[in-house]
Nanobody, 123 residues
Framework: QVQLAESGGGLVQAGGSLRLSCAAS????????MGWFRQAPGKEREFVAA????????NYADSVKGRFTISRDNAKNTGYLQMNSLKPEDTAVYYC????????????????WGQGIQVTVSS
């Protein structure tokens, strides 16, 4: 079992950058695939990015491709989402999530979730 906690959110102007962190507690973080999702007011939660347990494979939503980078440091039990060139439409609560599987399915199977953190991009 793993517990997840996001940090690094806040308010930023359009065009700016933020780096979200997802700290994991528990065992075997290096066996979990990890993803980031977001939910804007009045909208459904949507996939943002995912990275496999090794850090060797990643996948992105089209809306963030080229602007966001997902990574992880298994030695620190932490995942990251570097967000550059932020737009007002990136405003949302961001969630990190994880699941344990040797196979990598970027958009599915997540059974561990953080509490979420607010990211607000002003125009």
């Amino acid at each position: 079992q793993v517990q997840l906690a996001e940090s690094g959110g806040g308010l930023v102007q359009a065009g700016g950058s933020l780096r979200l962190s997802c700290a994991a507690s528990g065992d075997f973080f290096n066996k979990y695939n990890m993803g980031w999702f977001r939910q804007a007011p009045g909208k459904e939660r949507e996939f943002v990015a995912a990275v496999d347990w090794s850090g060797g494979r990643s996948n992105y939503a089209d809306s963030v491709k080229g602007r966001f980078t997902i990574s992880r440091d298994n030695a620190k039990n932490t995942g990251y989402l570097q967000m550059n060139s932020l737009k007002p439409e990136d405003t949302a609560v961001y969630y990190c999530a994880a699941y344990m599987n040797i196979n990598f399915s970027p958009r599915g199977e997540y059974n561990y979730w953080g509490q979420g953190i607010q990211v607000t991009v002003s125009s």
